[in-house]
């Protein structure tokens, strides 16, 4: 059986050189490309997306993810636009137009119409002296030196350099219009990305009987109670002000039980992890994924704005509510 593992590292390869070249050569006209797309959405305009081919595959995918992030864009057809789509053009919108060559015959026809709008243009090309490019207000360079097709012909190295493009500018312009969590999460509300974006964790988390709360001179015999009665796996310790005094897990308790089978009256204060990971009531339950992820905890203790234990979530739960 023939191995083409080789092959296939030496197309990734020439797409990372690419990229790395890309990587070198942005400059001071990316920022001219966001100030003018921040400029158009700030004035209630659209974002007007045009390509031919796969040009256009990328096209139709930068124009999703503005979309996605709450920048109003339009995948505009370019022979749909020339038989009466034009009309989805409205003056203040701008013009995104993604020509490998910068020679599309398709889009250079197009041309004329958008300059007629008055929309601004950002060209995406390789063709840095091309008519696009002559006629573009910002030229954002996507050349590359060598497709990664052994016949340099399939656009391959070319296409992942636009896509890039494409997503960076989408990625700074969402950091630069200063979207949040919560606005993300209202453009995403179905599906399990919606579920974690939409749900606080105080809609999630344990509460009332469902948590063990117990004293630091509580026994380890009845905080196994408690996390018994409250089928819980840990029991939440409470200071005597209230406040978060640590976790007893039953991990906890397998560890000190080795060292220790006498371990049953001694204080749970003895055994608890202090200053465990803990999230706020109000924290949207995305938070609670990447707390959970991270510090490779099953229970994290959920707290009020004080500072005092008010729940807990388990992951178990969280696979319950699809949110995992």
Do not use: W
Request: aromatic residues 2%; hydrophobic residues 45%.
């Amino acid at each position: 059986m023939t191995d083409y593992s080789e092959k296939a590292r030496h197309v990734i390869q020439l797409e990372i050189d690419e990229l790395t070249r890309l990587h070198g050569r942005v400059d001071g006209t990316f920022s001219k490309a966001i100030d003018l797309m921040r400029c158009c959405l700030d004035g209630r305009g659209k974002i007007i997306v045009c390509g031919v081919g796969k040009s256009g595959s990328i096209g139709r995918k930068l124009a999703a993810t503005l979309n996605s992030t709450g920048a109003t864009s339009v995948a505009l057809d370019v022979g749909d636009a020339l038989h009466g789509d034009l009309g989805v053009i409205d003056p203040g919108d701008l013009a995104i137009l993604l020509s490998a060559s910068g020679e599309t015959s398709e889009l250079l026809a197009l041309l004329p119409h958008v300059k007629r709008f008055g929309l601004p243009v950002i060209a995406i090309t390789g063709g840095l002296q091309s008519t696009l490019a002559r006629n573009a207000d910002v030229v954002l360079d996507s050349r590359v030196e060598k497709e990664a097709c052994p016949l340099n012909l399939a656009p391959t190295s070319s296409t992942t350099v636009m896509l890039v493009v494409c997503d960076a500018l989408a990625m700074v312009l969402l950091e630069a219009r200063g979207v949040q969590q919560e606005d993300f999460a209202r453009l995403h509300p179905g599906g399990s990305l919606g579920r974690a974006l939409l749900t606080r964790v105080q809609d999630v988390m344990r509460s009332g009987a469902q948590v063990a709360l117990v004293q630091p001179e509580t026994s380890v015999r009845e905080a196994l109670q408690a996390m018994t009665s409250a089928r819980s796996g840990a029991a939440v310790v409470v200071a005597a002000d209230g406040g978060l005094a640590g976790v007893f897990t039953h991990g906890d308790f397998v560890r000190a039980f080795q060292q220790d089978p006498a371990i049953s009256e001694h204080p749970v204060s003895a055994f608890m992890t202090s200053r465990p990971i803990s999230i706020q009531a109000d924290k949207l339950a995305a938070e609670v994924l990447a707390t959970l992820e991270k510090c490779r905890v099953d229970d994290l203790v959920v707290i009020d704005a004080a500072g005092r234990p008010v729940g807990m979530v388990d992951t178990q739960d969280l696979t319950r509510l699809r949110l995992l």
